[in-house]
């Protein structure tokens, strides 16, 4: 170019382009929710801590040929597994279906990338997943099928502070851990038919109590029948008491006058002859 000017102008694009270039390879963003580990690619200090720098946030600046800057999510993540098969005590096999939720403690990000040098997915697969089913299957061991099946809630508790005291000491905080245990299939028979019995025990008492409820509304119906009984006879009984009591000489010989049909009575004679009562009072006889 024999123009100066796009020369200069030419020159000044290309330096900006290098400096853009330079700035989007040696420069890298972490972002709030996450946790920056600044590492060297390779050291050849076996003190340098794996090679390990250390944590970072926000505008990481590094030198990428012989740095570089692994991230971590430091927000909660939840993870659903596949069936695990666990053996109990008496040698039942369960099956337990896990949801875990946990973060990672940005306290320890360096130890765990030191040790491990993969991703949260990678963990997930790998080192957590071997600890839930090392929990699952110590726990377990503990329990015959019928213990494990009734004390549910303690198993689980068992297993959830084991995994606990597993995870924390590498640096994972378990904020959640739930599990669905399906029991074998033929202690889900005997269980299924357990319930049955017991259902059936409960109805037939049930009946019993309710035919006793009904003999004893029965009974008790018969008796109120008989004691208003009593009551209505024992009244009815005291009111003739009382009519006759109120009753006068005088009152009945009235009521024998309004009866009387005019004709005296006749008596029998010594002799075998009726005599008329009217003559002999009126002969004087």
Known sequence: ?????????????????????????????????????????????????????????????????????FTYPTFTQRKQYETFSVNAKDASLFEMDPTIAYRINPDKACDIFTKYRVGVKELEEGYIRTCIYEAYRTCANQYTSDSLMSNRANFERDVRQRLEKSLMSEGFLVEEFTSKITPPSSLLSMIDAKNTAIQSALKAENEVKEAEANAKIAVAKAEGNAKAMKIKADAEAYYNRTIAASLSPMIV?????????????????????????????????
């Open 1 to 69: 170019m024999k123009n100066p000017f796009f020369r200069t102008l030419a020159i000044g694009a290309g330096s900006v382009l290098l400096i853009f270039i330079l700035f989007a390879t040696c420069c890298t963003v972490v972002d709030s929710g996450e946790v920056g580990i600044r590492f060297h690619k390779w050291s050849i200090n076996e003190q340098d801590y794996g090679g390990v720098e250390g944590t970072c946030k926000g505008w990481v600046f590094y030198n990428p040929i012989t740095t570089s800057v």
């Open 253 to 285: 010989q009235e009521d024998m006058i309004e009866k009387w049909d005019g004709k005296m009575p006749q008596i029998m004679g010594g002799n075998g002859m009726m005599l008329d009562v009217s003559k002999i009072i009126g002969t004087g006889k």
